[in-house]
């Protein structure tokens, strides 16, 4: 009878646990479906990251509130790319930090391929100049933080910018191409 007991219990409880809302654990997508599309189409490894840093930069431009300062290149993309994504500083910080480390893993997936692939140094130095930009822009916004997801958002960006610039540190320096001599 005790185990009958505790089995029914446990079913019940395994149960509720199903049917119970999850709204607060799902999380929110981090790029737009336009966004998507155009990781999609973006199948070259750089290509893909400009990819990556322009969906960053649409963030970082709710979150500086400098729409207005772009609105005629809003308008020019807006076919490409759709309306600047909403939500909170916390949210944006976040898909900021899930982008970056969407970026990271498209990195390192090619590099597991092919890691002489001559397109990784050039998408990771592309990467890492974006991150910067990015970090001069959200630094200010440090100041103002007041709830714990925006510091756990804060946190995970700043982990993967850090991930970012490490990598860029181990690149061999960039060769640069000598164009052909005019007569």
């Known amino acids: 009878m005790k185990l009958l007991t505790t089995v029914l219990l446990l079913v019940v409880v395994l149960a509720g646990s199903f049917s119970t809302p999850r709204a607060a654990t799902v999380q929110?997508?981090?790029?737009?479906?336009?966004?998507?599309?155009?990781v999609k189409e973006a199948q070259i490894l750089d290509k893909r990251i400009d990819v990556f840093i322009k969906a960053a930069e649409r963030r970082l431009?709710?979150?500086?509130?400098?729409?207005?300062a772009n609105a005629k290149q809003l308008k020019k993309d807006s076919e490409l790319w759709?309306?600047?994504?909403?939500?909170?500083?916390?949210e944006l910080v976040g898909d900021i930090a899930r982008?970056?480390?969407?970026?990271?893993?498209?990195?390192?997936?090619?590099?597991?391929?092919?890691?002489r692939n001559p397109l990784i140094p050039k998408a990771l130095r592309k990467l890492a100049q974006a991150v910067n930009n990015i970090m001069a822009q959200v630094t200010p916004l440090k100041d103002q933080i007041k709830s714990e997801s925006e510091i756990a958002s804060m946190e995970m960006l700043y982990e993967d910018v850090q991930q970012i610039l490490e990598a860029a540190k181990k690149l061999p320096?960039?060769?640069?191409?000598?164009g052909k001599a005019k007569n």
Not at 28 to 38: A, Q, S, Y
Not at 104 to 111: A, G, L, M
């Open 28 to 38: 929110r997508d981090h790029l737009t479906v336009l966004e998507v599309d155009r």
């Open 61 to 68: 431009m709710v979150l500086t509130n400098t729409q207005a």
């Open 82 to 90: 759709g309306d600047l994504p909403t939500g909170s500083r916390a």
């Open 99 to 115: 982008i970056l480390d969407e970026a990271i893993t498209n990195i390192d997936d090619v590099s597991s391929r092919d890691d």
């Open 173 to 178: 320096p960039e060769v640069e191409k000598k």
